[in-house]
T-cell receptor, first 109, second 116 residues
Framework: KQEVTQIPAALSVPEGENLVLNCSFT??????LQWFRQDPGKGLTSLLL?????REQTSGRLNASLDKSSGRSTLYIAASQPGDSATYLC????????FGAGTTVTVRA | GAVVSQHPSRVICKSGTSVKIECRSL??????MFWYRQFPKKSLMLMAT?????????EQGVEKDKFLINHASLTLSTLTVTSAHPEDSSFYIC????????????FGPGTRLTVL
């Protein structure tokens, strides 16, 4: 059974600081890994999807890396802004999505 | 990306009643759809998977007679919570997977169910 862990559970940083969010998974036989953003009481917004054959994906200030062999992914958010405050979820697809519990980020103005 | 809608966004009902939640893909046809539930401050838990033209496959611990899933068409799926009880109160989210592509799932905005 796939287990997905996200560390830290919560993070508070001043505006402008770079964010580093970690995700680890136990079974490396995956199709892809996705990072999502969830605002309170809302659904999921897909941020980045990394295929199992890829090492990283970038979109604007976001960069996600994937090391399948070690079962790790990292989401970097450069120059954080208050609008980046949300919960970030990673999900691993190995025929179904298994989600981590998320990292709740607060960016202080 | 792809657009997925859910209706209603929020529903409050009395214990013992049934509630139907609709999930629609607005701009693509989906072979596979998923229903998740999320408890406060917890992650999403997969409830069931359904493929076009076949019955839903439920995850362990999910009662199929309580959570009825109808994958009516390639663009519409419904989840009916039958005889709802307060412990069914949760955030329910659907997602669709496209016919072609990289297995990416596209999520609806979610439905907040509160059972009194």
């Amino acid at each position: 059974k796939q287990e997905v862990t996200q560390i830290p559970a919560a993070l508070s940083v001043p505006e402008g600081e770079n964010l580093v969010l970690n995700c680890s998974f136990t079974d490396s036989a995956i199709y892809n890994l996705q990072w999502f953003r969830q605002d309170p009481g809302k659904g999921l917004t897909s941020l980045l999807l990394i295929q199992s054959s890829q090492r990283e994906q970038t979109s604007g200030r976001l960069n996600a890396s994937l090391d399948k062999s070690s079962g790790r992914s990292t989401l970097y958010i450069a120059a954080s802004q208050p609008g980046d405050s949300a919960t970030y979820l990673c999900a691993v697809d190995d025929y179904k999505l298994s989600f981590g519990a998320g990292t709740t980020v607060t960016v202080r103005a | 990306g792809a657009v997925v809608s859910q209706h209603p966004s929020r529903v409050i009902c009395k214990s013992g009643t049934s509630v139907k939640i609709e999930c629609r893909s607005l701009d693509f046809q989906a072979t596979t759809m998923f229903w998740y539930r999320q408890f406060p401050k917890k992650s999403l838990m997969l409830m069931a998977t359904s493929n076009e033209g076949s019955k839903a496959t439920y995850e362990q611990g999910v009662e199929k007679d309580k959570f009825l899933i109808n994958h009516a068409s390639l663009t519409l799926s419904t989840l009916t919570v039958t005889s709802a009880h307060p412990e069914d109160s949760s955030f329910y989210i659907c997602s669709y997977q496209k016919r072609e592509g990289n297995n990416e799932q596209f999520f609806g905005p979610g439905t907040r169910l509160t059972v009194l």
